[in-house]
């Protein structure tokens, strides 16, 4: 299992915030954290022009060892 403990969870995106809040939907459905440990923010336009204006990231905290 990569992630044994997830303590909080971000999605990251820049342009589709409907796409971004159905993937919410979907891990918290899953069972795999809940929606409220969920949070949702928009990446400005440096990332943007690296990455990608539909990409989406995810960062995960599994809380201190």
């Known amino acids: 299992e990569d992630f044994p403990s997830i303590a909080s ?33 928009q990446y400005g336009p440096a990332l943007a022009s690296a990455v990608g204006p539909g990409a989406v990231g995810v960062a995960v905290y599994e809380g201190e060892a």
Do not use: K, Y
């Not at 809040?21 to 409220?36: C, H, K, M």
């Open 9 to 41: 969870l971000v999605l990251m995106h820049s342009t589709n915030p409907h796409e971004v809040e159905a993937l919410a939907n979907r891990i918290s459905t899953a069972g795999v954290v809940p929606r409220d440990q969920i949070e949702i923010v």
